[in-house]
Structure formats: C-alpha cells, structure tokens
C-alpha cells in the first residue's frame, strides 16, 4: 500500500512540452485511471512515474519520498503494458520467475509467488507453454502476473485490453477490478476507453493536451 503524489510535474521532449504541470494525489489503496484522447500524454506520465522517462520538472512522491532520481527497478512499481511484453522465447513459468531470480530471491519464495498468482490469474494450466502458444487474453494475465511475483506497492497499467476483442476486454476489466478488491494495492491505469474509465475507477484524473 502506497500513496502516490505529482507535484506541478512538467514534461519537454526537447522545446516540445508534452506534460504541463500535473499536480494529482492518488491515495494509498485508490484505483485511480488516467482517461483522454490519444496523444495527450498518459504513456508518457505514467512512464515519469515509472521511471522510464526522465521528469523535466516537477516531483514524483511515493509514500511521501521524492522518486526523481531512484531508478525504475528501485521504485517498487510494476506496469503492464498493452503490448504484454512478455519474453517469448521463456515459458510462462519462465516468464513469472525471471524477474525475482535476477535479485537473488529464494527459490521457494519464487515457488510460492509464480504459484499463487498462477492460482488468481487462472494460467495454472499454462505454466509451461510459450507465450506464442497463448491467446491474447492469456498472454495479458502472464503480463499482469508478472506484475503481481513483483508485489508492487503501485501497479502501472498502460491500456492493457485494448489489443483484446470487445468481449475479452469487458471480462478482463472484471478481472483486473477483482485483483485490485483483493490485493488492495494502489493501481494506476490508463486507457482512452471512457467506458472503462467509468467502470473501473475510484478516482478519474481526465487529461487533455498534457493538462
Ligand atoms: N520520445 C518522444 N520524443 C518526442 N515526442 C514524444 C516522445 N514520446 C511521446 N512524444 C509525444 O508526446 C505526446 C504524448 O504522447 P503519449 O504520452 O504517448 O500519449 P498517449 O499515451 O496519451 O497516447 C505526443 O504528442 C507524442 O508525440
Ligand atoms: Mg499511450
């Protein structure tokens, strides 16, 4: 559980300013979505908050500590992308367990994670395919429990059902909303899908134009 604060947060890819200024306080626990159009600036926010993309001015606050210059493995975040970015070359099981094998956990705690976010994602089954023998539903919850091993303080997540057909996207947002009621982490989501915005949220920050 964390809070999340942006104080007068301001982005410039070279003179070209994209994000202009947000202040938002998103409270421990809070779903909170970033909903507008295309090109206003919700990949880019959410990856300053990441710590993908560099803040040209501004603060990212999580649980009160300035995060500027932690580094992105450091903020104890984790996204989940509407492109999965899953490895393809790893089996599912892989694919949940690399992440915490890169920072020395213990192999049974691995065990223990991959094991019960398998269990809540329903992919028990598909433990040991590739991420090429999946559906695009599937691939996306092996993403978002590859977000879930990490046990986050802050979920990120970049339109992660917009590459999903109607019906799949409409089950998926039940699913994600019952991740979030029983987990109780502080999310972040971001869509241009004011549908899902209305469904989802505890809280909708509405951005245009970078404002
Ligand atoms: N690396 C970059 N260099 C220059 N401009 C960028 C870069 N990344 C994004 N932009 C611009 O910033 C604006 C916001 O982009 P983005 O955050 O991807 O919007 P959204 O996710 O809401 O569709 C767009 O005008 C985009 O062209
Ligand atoms: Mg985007």
Do not use: W
Not at 167 to 173: F, G, I, Q, S, Y
Request: hydrophobic letters at 45%.
């Amino acid at each position: 559980m964390a809070t999340l604060e942006l104080k007068a947060l301001y982005k410039s890819y070279g003179s070209v300013a994209v994000i202009h200024g947000i202040d938002l306080a998103v409270p421990s626990g809070d779903f909170c979505v970033f909903v507008g159009p295309s090109g206003c600036g919700k990949s880019t926010l959410l990856r300053m908050i990441a710590g993908l993309e560099p803040i040209s001015r501004g603060a990212v606050r999580i649980d009160g500590t300035v995060m500027n210059a932690i580094p992105a493995a450091r903020r104890g975040l984790a996204m989940v992308f509407q492109s999965y970015a899953l490895y393809p070359h790893m089996s599912v099981r892989k694919n949940l367990s690399f992440g915490l094998e890169n920072v020395n956990m213990q192999r049974t705690e691995i065990n223990s994670r991959v094991g019960e976010a398998a269990r809540m994602l329903q992919i028990e089954e598909l433990l040991n395919r590739k991420p090429g023998q999946l559906s695009g539903g599937q691939r996306q919850r092996v993403a978002i429990g590859r977000a879930v091993v990490r046990e986050p303080k802050i979920f990120l997540f970049d339109e992660p059902l917009s590459n999903l057909d109607a019906e799949l996207r409409v089950a998926m947002r039940r699913e994600i909303a019952d991740l979030h009621r029983r987990l109780g982490n502080t999310m972040v989501y971001v869509t241009h899908d004011q549908v899902e915005a209305m469904t989802m949220a505890d809280r909708i920050a509405v951005l245009r134009a970078g404002k």
